[in-house]
T-cell receptor
Framework: GENVEQHPSTLSVQEGDSAVIKCTYS??????FPWYKQELGKRPQLIIDIRSNVGEKKDQRIAVTLNKTAKHFSLHITETQPEDSAVYFCAAIRGKLIFGQGTELSVKP | EAGVAQSPRYKIIEKRQSVAFWCNPISGHATLYWYQQILGQGPKLLIQFQNNGVVDDSQLPKDRFSAERLKGVDSTLKIQPAKLEDSAVYLC?????????????FGEGSRLTVL
């Protein structure tokens, strides 16, 4: 079955800096890769996603890149703000959605 | 539109007791998921329903966990008997795969503490 590895587990940046979170997946047939943000005590919420026929997608300060050959995808957050502080989960789907272990992002003012 | 509803939000029980969680998905969403999220970890899929049929329950500890989705709408997840390691947040999610977006909409979760 699918296995998703996510790194780093924690990430601390200064406000205004960029943050990058990386994930690898094992099943080459996976075709959909969402990223979820989970604030403390709240539900995960989709922030951006990418399909396997696209290499990059951008939405304001957030971008996701996908390398199908290497089976990895990354989340890029530019001009980070304190409200970006949360746990971020990558996921891959082939029939069912499998989540990575999460990255706790801390943005220091 | 109304989101995914779950209850109860919090439950504290002793080990070997039983507990049940309820989920009402977004109207029209045929696919329903139950995830277990242990503190500090990513959500782990327990079971996935398509309408009232089970698509995947490979990670469900069937000796103690059971789930059903009668009539293809609401779903109930039961744990009997509970163990200490079942302490977690149980997240219900739904999606409309027929429209192809794949986005999961999560409920607020049911936090279980087993003492």
């Amino acid at each position: 079955g699918e296995n998703v590895e996510q790194h780093p587990s924690t990430l601390s940046v200064q406000e205004g800096d960029s943050a990058v979170i990386k994930c690898t997946y094992s099943d080459s047939a996976s075709n959909y890769f969402p990223w979820y943000k989970q604030e403390l005590g709240k539900r995960p919420q989709l922030i951006i996603d990418i399909r396997s026929n696209v290499g990059e997608k951008k939405d304001q300060r957030i971008a996701v890149t996908l390398n199908k050959t290497a089976k990895h995808f990354s989340l890029h957050i530019t001009e980070t703000q304190p409200e970006d502080s949360a746990v971020y989960f990558c996921a891959a789907i082939r029939g069912k959605l499998i989540f990575g272990q999460g990255t706790e992002l801390s943005v220091k003012p | 539109e109304a989101g995914v509803a779950q209850s109860p939000r919090y439950k504290i029980i002793e080990k070997r007791q039983s507990v049940a969680f309820w989920c009402n998905p977004i109207s029209g969403h045929a696919t329903l998921y139950w995830y277990q999220q242990i503190l500090g970890q990513g959500p782990k899929l327990l079971i996935q329903f398509q309408n009232n049929g089970v698509v995947d329950d490979s990670q469900l500890p069937k000796d103690r966990f059971s789930a059903e989705r009668l009539k293809g709408v609401d779903s109930t997840l039961k744990i009997q008997p509970a163990k200490l390691e079942d302490s977690a947040v149980y997240l219900c999610a739904s999606s409309d795969l027929a429209r192809g977006t794949g986005e999961l909409f999560f409920g607020e979760g049911s936090r279980l503490t087993v003492l």
